[in-house]
């Protein structure tokens, strides 16, 4: 065929995953894939429409790659993913340079719909059901080689009163357990060392097809696959963390010490005006438990402040919580009043400035959080897996507790011999900054 396609996808990973796949059909149907835009004749913007500032960046790219149509050799811009779904004839009609918009539930169809697009059709809308079933899907990993994003479930139950997702992505829909070690097992072969799992919400997986939650026998199925050394598990809510799967991740000598719970608040008020099912007292026991149970377990969190309502009182509750409990990578995020969701529509709403104070300080406090807790690693040895080399000329890295692309990472100072990525190597750390560490190789075994 000898057309060049080039993607940008943009937000989460579980979106990545998608554009991945839309690639490996591409790259079968004969398109070559480029990374440089000026080089492509089709141009995929794969979207986010999660927030505002989301969406802005999603319009900002498709009206930058269309200037590519007349500049350079690109034939068409067609949107892709959540913005696209949601927005998709008001897309189509206020930009015109898009050539297609193509839904959640549309974009295994990707070939078709550009083959149509070529041949002269303008204005394509393509948005099919969102609630498709999953099953394995071959992909072009687009992650550095050794690690991977594993899509266990699709769409969310959870219904929260801020969020979009459930209308864009659907009602949750696990896969089988058969099909996603299949995909784990071929990226094994292909040198992934690191299998991150996602979904809107990992800890519910199985319960639409199996009738129980089976996360804790899902990693069971997925340590047994040779070559795999982590298992990162991303997006499990506070309220079905379970003893089992607590403990499965203590006594397991692959997965991650690594817990990413996002609690968005504490105030048991707030949390029930978002339709959270955690209350404070449960998070707290929680937390106690995890580090009771693994005391060098990271975790991570997400916090919105400003959402409406959010009295000085509520936001104080918070902040003494983050302040006593120092959990240790927090995102803090302003409350964004998403149109067709329930908390938009509340009373109550805070201003712009008062949001942005509240993160601010939190900000600020969390900083001086992380800075305390990467000096107590000062002199440690700490198994690294190393993910590229700077312009310097110094390898980086991550430990178990930072997920990429969203933690910190440990900058390798000694020379050493070559090492390649996804070598896991001990480092003692010398020297912590605020969100990065210094250190320096060990010759030893990893442990």
């Known amino acids: 065929m000898g057309l060049n396609v080039g993607m940008i996808s943009l937000g989460c990973d579980k979106n990545r995953v998608d554009a991945e796949i839309m690639l490996s ?47 350079g050799r690109c034939k068409c811009v067609i949107a892709t993913g959540c913005m696209a779904e949601r927005y998709k004839e008001e897309l189509i009609k206020e930009i015109p340079e898009i050539d297609a918009v193509v839904g ?61 997702i459930p209308k864009l992505r659907g009602s949750f829909r696990s896969r089988k357990i058969e099909s996603i070690v299949q995909e784990v097992k071929i990226l094994a072969e292909k040198g992934v060392k690191e299998i991150i799992l996602v979904a809107q919400d990992t800890t519910m997986y199985g319960v639409d097809i199996y ?15 040779e070559g795999i050394e982590w298992i990162r598990i991303m997006y499990t809510y506070p309220e079905e963390i379970t003893d089992e799967l607590i ?20 105030s048991d008020k707030i949390l029930k005006k978002m339709k959270r099912k955690s209350r404070k007292e449960k998070i707290i026991n929680l937390i106690e438990k995890i580090r009771r149970e693994i005391p060098d377990a990271v975790i991570r969190t997400s916090i919105i402040v400003g959402f409406p309502g959010e009295t000085e009182e509520d936001f104080n509750e918070l902040k003494n919580f983050l302040q006593e409990y120092k959990l240790d990578r927090v995102g803090i995020f302003t409350y964004s009043a998403e149109e067709d969701t329930e908390a938009a529509e509340m009373e109550d709403q805070i201003s712009e400035e008062i949001k942005q104070k509240r993160r601010e300080v939190l900000m ?33 890295g991550r430990t178990y507790g930072d997920a990429p692309e969203i933690d910190q990472e440990v900058y390798i100072n000694n020379n050493i011999n070559e090492l390649k990525k996804g070598d896991i190597v001990r480092v003692k750390i010398t020297k912590a900054y605020t969100y990065d560490l210094i250190g320096e190789i060990q010759n030893e075994p990893c442990k």
Do not use: W
């Open 247 to 266: 403990e499965i991740i203590k006594m397991s000598k692959k997965v991650c010490h690594y817990f990413d719970i996002p609690l968005q608040h504490v």
């Open 104 to 164: 959640t539930g549309s974009y295994r169809e990707i070939c078709d719909i550009i083959d149509n697009v070529l041949s002269g059709k303008k204005g394509i809308v393509k948005a099919d059901d969102i609630n498709f079933d999953l099953d394995f899907e071959e992909r072009i990993i687009s992650t550095p080689q050794h690690y991977a994003y594993v899509k266990i479930a699709e769409g969310c139950n959870n219904n929260c009163s801020y969020c979009i």
């Open 25 to 71: 059909k591409l790259s079968k149907k004969g398109y070559r894939i480029v990374n440089n835009e000026r080089d492509a004749d089709i141009i995929i913007v794969n979207t986010c429409g999660f927030i505002e500032s989301a969406k802005m960046e999603s319009i900002e790219t498709i009206l930058e790659m269309s200037q590519h149509k007349g500049t």
């Open 364 to 396: 600020k406090l969390q900083s001086t959080i992380s800075l305390n807790k990467n000096r107590d690693l000062t002199n440690n040895v700490l198994n690294v897996i190393i993910d590229g080399m700077n312009n310097e000329g110094q390898y980086y």
């Open 211 to 225: 009738r129980k939650k089976m996360l804790s026998e899902l990693v069971k199925r997925v340590e047994e696959v």
